[in-house]
């Protein structure tokens, strides 16, 4: 592996691995103003409630937990937390929901039997 300025990859240097990741209808780079903008928007459209990026990050971060629980670095890594214990909070949130819904499974079970 080596680091080439952008990301960590193997022998090769892939050019399409560069540049902004988020771009406007052009191909030009969205300032941080347009993406903020973009992701309200977006949130207040679909969900009913516009959310920051801060918020729309977390919330892709729980759900990266919830529902691919056996990739446990993907919600750090959309998070960025370079702290433990900052990660193990946001686990422990959604493995807490995860266990919620179990345990309601088994109440249903048992409701029907």
């Not at 050019?15 to 928007?41: K, N």
């Not at 409630?49 to 919330?59: E, G, I, K, N």
């Not at 971060?61 to 193990?88: I, M, V």
Request: charged fraction near 25%; aromatic fraction near 10%; charge should be negative.
């Amino acid at each position: 592996m080596r680091y080439t300025g952008e990301c960590m990859i193997g022998e090769e240097h892939y050019p399409l691995l560069t540049g902004p990741l988020w771009i406007g209808q052009y191909g030009e780079a969205l300032s941080y103003g347009s993406v903020e903008r973009r992701i309200m928007e977006t949130t207040r459209c679909v969900i009913g409630r516009a959310l920051s990026p801060h918020d729309f990050r977390r919330s892709g971060a729980f759900t990266a937990r919830y529902r691919a629980g056996s990739e446990p670095h993907l919600a750090s890594s959309l998070l960025q937390y370079q702290d433990k214990e900052l990660a193990d909070e946001n686990y422990n949130l959604a493995s807490s929901l995860e266990v919620a819904d179990v345990f309601g499974g088994w109440i249903d079970t048992i409701a029907e039997a």
